[in-house]
Nanobody, 125 residues
Framework: VQLQASGGGLVQAGSSLRLSCAASGRTISSYNIGWFRQTPGKEREFVTAISWSGGRTYYEDAVKGRFTVSRDNAQNTVYLQMDSLKPEDTAVYYC???????????????????WGQGTLVTVSS
């Protein structure tokens, strides 16, 4: 599978953005999907994850209540709705896929086999 993340941009604090992660090559329904973000000089950090069916979702504490992950397997796309954005949310956001079988340590970037190219989100104060 190949992943293409999009939807980033420059917004003001308090605004919303919706990121998309579109899959090609294979159906996204075969994969658990994670979103991670990275700022210069820092490790890539977990943001959220969604199981292959959408039945399970997980969030990093700092984004709980503000971010919502969802998926439309018919459209081969996973979404990240980001509301009440803060300047500290500024980062490059990546989506990543792990085949939906076996153990899934969802916050660990090492678990994911395929990564999208990243989309930049900049939140101004």
């Amino acid at each position: 599978v190949q992943l293409q993340a999009s939807g980033g941009g420059l917004v003001q604090a308090g605004s919303s953005l919706r990121l998309s992660c579109a899959a090609s090559g294979r159906t996204i329904s075969s994969y658990n999907i994670g979103w991670f973000r990275q700022t210069p000089g820092k490790e890539r950090e977990f943001v959220t994850a969604i199981s292959w069916s959408g039945g399970r979702t997980y969030y990093e504490d700092a984004v709980k209540g503000r971010f919502t992950v969802s998926r439309d397997n018919a459209q081969n796309t996973v979404y990240l709705q980001m509301d009440s954005l803060k300047p500290e949310d500024t980062a490059v956001y990546y989506c990543a896929a792990k085949i939906a079988r076996g153990y899934w340590d969802y916050p660990s970037s090492n678990m994911y086999e395929t990564w999208g190219q990243g989309t930049l989100v900049t939140v101004s104060s």
